[in-house]
């Protein structure tokens, strides 16, 4: 028999025995469906895909399509599913469509833009640009060197401040001179012709760009010359040629040495054989040798006087002298007239004077009285420049000699 500690203590673990726990009832069930609901599942799921894969089949072998009926309208019974006969188009092109299909990012994972390359080509292609930049800015720089060796601005405000009444001569043969003297290699000299009336300044200008380019580069690499005085009528054309063919390859090879340009200065060409002007024509050709086409030539005459005096005679009554139109015909006509003389001047490039204004000639007479040392007040210079003879057309007198008599009559006031 048992004592009642023992009853107490075997009447629970008999229950427990015999009255199992629900919890582990749910698990061992679960072990034993679990599998059954994921078969069923995987079956109903396949068997969806099968009723759809036929619908496809047959909508694509059977329904027309000009009647233009949905593939998924037929009501037919469904075939049994084997694995034959399934077209190899349908499958390719749902692997194309699958393929096709876009790409599902993660929520918690970051999207990033795809990196743009730069190409390699631009960085050259930009420090091509730097090195075509700095080839320009060179270029520039060297051309401005050569201006300033020749001291052209200098040149420009001498001229205007002792030239009367040429403006736009000086303007114009401003520009000849910076645009050939800017680089140092050309393919045919420079010819300058200077032409106009007696006393309108074409003489002194030729003196002022003698005086100015000795000063500038030297004595040696410019050649003044006076027609009537090196070359008179009593010496033999040959003779003139051989002395001016010496100068000149000596100017020519010397400044070609100190890479410099020389400045030939032709006075009184109007009295200058024609011979001795073919002779002169030679070196203004181009098929010569380098050193014979890095020069400056100025030839100064009264060629064209004629024409000068009854263009502007003939345009006096307007401003028509100072417009580009008018400018060009009178180049025509200066041009015309030079050939006609000698075809020397087809290879010049003419710059007209024209004829000078009363006011022109009282500014003459007050520069020479002032270099002489007398102190005139303007009444005395109108007096004086009234003794002159004038052309009076429409309301303007223009001086028949220019300045060319200011200076004999400065000399009789001593």
Known sequence: MLSPDLELAKQPMERAVSCPDPANVRQRISLVTSPLRAAFR??????????????LEKSEHTAPQSLGLSRFHSREPLDVFTFDGAP?????KRRLKRGKCKVLYPNGSK??????????????LFLLSIIVCFQIYNAIENLDDNVLKYDLEGLEKTLRREVFGQTAAIEHLMDLLEDYLATHNHNKPLVLSLNGPSGVGKSHV?????????????????LQYFVLHQCPEEVETRSCEQELAKSV????????????????IFDEM??????????????????????????????ISSVGQAEVTKF???????DALYHANTAQELLLLMRWALTEHHPLWKHADIVPFTLLEKSHIVNCFLEEMM?????????????????????????????VHGCKQVVSMVNLLH
């Open 312 to 318: 502007v005679l003939q345009n006096a009554s307007s």
């Open 249 to 264: 390859s000596n100017l020519v090879n010397r400044a070609e040495e100190e890479e410099k340009i020389p400045v030939f």
């Open 111 to 124: 999207r990033y833009l795809p990196e743009e390359k730069q190409s390699k080509a631009k960085n050259c």
């Open 88 to 92: 190899k188009g349908t499958l390719r």
């Open 371 to 399: 270099r002489e040392g007398f102190y005139p007040d303007t009444g005395y210079l109108e007096e004086l420049a009234r003794e002159l003879n004038y052309y009076s057309v429409a309301g303007r007198q223009y001086s």
């Open 42 to 55: 995987i079956r109903r799921k396949y068997n969806v895909l099968k009723q759809k894969r036929l619908l």
């Open 270 to 299: 109007e009295h200058m054989r024609p011979a001795l002007l073919d002779f002169l024509g030679t070196y203004f050709r181009t098929n010569q040798t380098n050193e014979f086409l890095n020069a400056v030539y100025v030839l």
């Open 206 to 222: 030729g003196r002022l760009l003698a005086k100015h380019f000795r000063s500038v580069m030297n004595e040696k690499h410019v």
